[in-house]
């Protein structure tokens, strides 16, 4: 059974750090592209970054420079480094896949990606 579950979520202060994690299994992670998506309450799925079969990444404008997608084949993990967090980070975030081509660029599009996790949430507050 493919499953994807996100964690490291929590309550950070302005100005803090996260590293969301998301945990893969029942396919193999070297053969997919994988996204960061997070949604705030009455707000539309937004794109965060992505990380290609490559490791070629893709950033939305409103978070490069803080957060950093990484992923780990051989551990069937991937990580989002979140610095510097504002309040208007606050959202649920959801890591998802997409089987793609070895050389083809990853897509922060809601409607590419086949399977999600089931979301962890972050708040920005003081």
């Known amino acids: 059974q493919l499953q994807l579950v996100e964690s490291g979520g929590g309550l950070v202060q302005p100005g803090g750090s996260l590293r969301l994690s998301c945990a893969v299994s029942?396919?193999?992670?070297?053969?997919?592209?994988v996204g960061w998506f997070r949604q705030a309450p009455g707000k539309e799925r937004e794109g965060v970054s992505c990380?290609?079969?490559?490791?070629?990444?893709n950033y939305v404008d409103s978070v490069k420079g803080r957060f950093t997608i990484s992923r780990d084949n051989a551990k069937n993990m991937v990580y989002l480094q979140m610095n510097g967090l504002e309040p208007e980070d606050t959202a649920v975030y959801y890591c998802?896949?997409?089987?793609?081509?070895?050389?083809?660029?990853?897509?922060?599009?809601?409607?590419?990606?086949?399977?999600w996790g089931q979301g962890t949430q972050v708040t920005v507050s003081s």
């Open positions: 998802a896949i997409v089987s793609v081509g070895v050389l083809r660029m990853c897509e922060m599009k809601t409607q590419k990606y086949t399977n």
């Open positions: 029942g396919f193999t992670l070297a053969y997919y592209a």
């Open positions: 990380i290609s079969r490559d490791s070629s990444t």
